[in-house]
């Protein structure tokens, strides 16, 4: 394997979307669109002493969320679209390895990616200015940005290289892809309705004139779902493994200062039981709230399992695509066209 060969091979693939017109009208209305976003996140934290923190990581949630919906298709296609167009086979039989050619492509479908990140640092400098965004946030948020764009790509090329039809092959990037953003959340909501228990709900009594009483307890019991059962699913999502990974900031009271903390609050919470709910009147409190900090604290991070499961995937296609297209081939689907 040469790191020469590499770079011809993702060069050559930069140099198909750069001529392409296409490529450049998608970047426009990223950025109209992400100029549209910005101005609305700063309307919506105005209020706040974090403004800088609560913008970017609006921004960079974004941009994952672009390179989730535009990657598919960039990637999806790499390998059996120049099989298709009988480009692939004159690549095989030069000096450049299999390995030079994955990889090759893995490269060319991260820059990519990383394109829409490119035109993305503006707007998160422009976050900067509003104040209270902390370096650590800044430098861990972005390193799981592209650890996420490195995976939707490797995804995509894998699958390129296992399925002969380049339409099915861009089809199913998206449904694996879906099945990580969207469908996790329909594994979670579906199964933790479906799952359910009885709950105990422990209140003081009132006497006749209406005051409770302190030193009685009554019960009753309802079924709720199983939340806390389930809540795994949501691990390998993206936007939940970029935001369980990011360092939480919080304010005075407690309460997350950005999207990553927020969505890592709803999360972590969905890990609680809720078997057991305790009113007390006689102070006006629940003794089983906590805020999201103390939530935060006590409950266990997923990221890294989630992460893990995501390379697992990736890895695997890849791995199944390189032998795919390793030469000679021994079998090739049927109507394959290699010349």
Known sequence: MSL????????????QRLRSIGWYILLAVFAVVLLGVTGLAFAVYSWGEFVGAGVFSIVVNMVLLLVVLVSPTLSGNAINGDRDAATLAAVQVTAASTGDIMLGKLVAAVATGGAFLIVALPFLALSLLGGGANPLVLLVSLLVLVAEIVVVAAIGVGLSGLIARPLFSVATTYLVVAALAIGTLIVFGLGGLAIRSESTTYSRPYDSMGGAICDEWETYTTEVPRFDLVWWALAANPFVVLADATPTEFSSDGYPVD???????????????????RYDDCDGSWSTYRTPQEVIDSTVPSWFVGLGVQVVIAGSLFAGAWARTRTPAKRLPPGTRIA
């Open 259 to 277: 999207l990553f903390g927020q969505i890592k609050w709803g999360v972590r919470s969905a890990q609680q039981s809720p078997l057991e709910q």
């Open 4 to 15: 020469g060969a590499v770079w011809i091979i993702a060069r050559l693939e930069l140099t």
